[in-house]
């Protein structure tokens, strides 16, 4: 079983890293994703979820460890993660299933651990 939060740590800290290589576009990319995913017309959590599902569809583990966060943060709730997987079936077909799988997986991870440090 894969390990989410190793996963998300190995993320952050590998594009910090190459953020020392490449400041520029790794700046942009951090203001595009703080500007894309802030309220609008569409809520952060509603955002969140769709990044979520373009996760799942394009078998990324990364993206799920780091928006399986970003959910839990935003306030997503499980079921909504479970009716935003049962969309990713929908148009993703089997493959979203095993990563439909993983995503709540990763979400139940990091809510757990939440969980754990309300404690």
Do not use: W
Not at 49 to 61: H, N, S
Request: charged share 20%; glycine share 10%; with cysteine.
């Amino acid at each position: 079983m894969k390990d989410y939060s190793t996963i998300a740590s190995e993320y952050h800290s590998g594009f910090g890293n190459l953020a020392k290589a490449i400041p520029g576009p790794a700046s942009s990319f951090q203001d595009l994703m703080v500007a894309a995913t802030k309220d609008g017309a569409l809520s952060t959590k509603t955002k969140e979820l769709i990044a979520f599902a373009i996760g799942i569809t394009v078998r990324c583990d990364g993206c799920l460890a780091h928006h399986a966060q970003a959910v839990l943060k935003a306030g997503a709730t499980r079921e909504e993660v479970a009716e935003m997987i049962a969309v990713t079936l929908l148009m993703g077909g089997g493959p979203s299933s095993v990563y439909g799988v993983e995503a709540m997986r990763a979400y139940d991870e990091f809510a757990a651990k939440q969980t754990a440090a309300a404690e």
